[in-house]
């Protein structure tokens, strides 16, 4: 049954949690309480509200077909978007937080403990990027058939998805942009954009029909 206020808004939700991720990476947010705590609510509406977005996407393919790959597909996306939740969580409180923790240490020990951290959040960024890739397969066989959406659409979410798990795999557990390969994340955030705005879209044309 169409849900045109579900369908469109998870698909504005899906715009505006991209453009959080940009405005997060892109701005030099001050070294002060206020600009830790802004950048923390800017970069963490980008999962939250990715969230929204993949049930809209369930929603809406499960409107016209329901399928294991559709549900899976919003699953693997939960758990992706919950694990880089707390890879940045865990990434701000580090940078916010190591010089206390350092305090005192000589540099070599202080360094070193400050590497030690970083692996903390790049075994999450590893964990997100495998969920997010498998979510993006699953995506694709969910849509291929969809209505709107359709191959044009299933196959490069799922050649994404497995490019993403293979990059990741090859260079573990180092990021692939920092070890000599491409790093393909740009190219998968406006791969999402693109389809949550299709996603508006449709969901805003169907409700208009009932």
Known sequence: MPNRTLWVGSGIAGV???ACYILAIALPWPETQLGTSTSLLVVSAWPILSIVYSYGLYSFVAAERESTANRLSFV???????TVLAMIIVQ???????????KGLDPPTGAALRRGLRLIDTGLDVA???????????SGLAIRRRRGLGPGWALPSMALGVALIALNAATFPWPPGDHGLFDIGPFIGLFVMALAGRLGILGNREGSRT
């Open 92 to 102: 701000l409180a580090v940078g916010a937080g190591v010089s206390e923790v350092t």
């Open 128 to 138: 997100w990027d495998m969920l997010i890739g498998v979510a993006l397969v699953f």
């Open 76 to 82: 693997f996306a939960v758990a992706a978007f919950a």
């Open 16 to 18: 505006v949690a991209v």
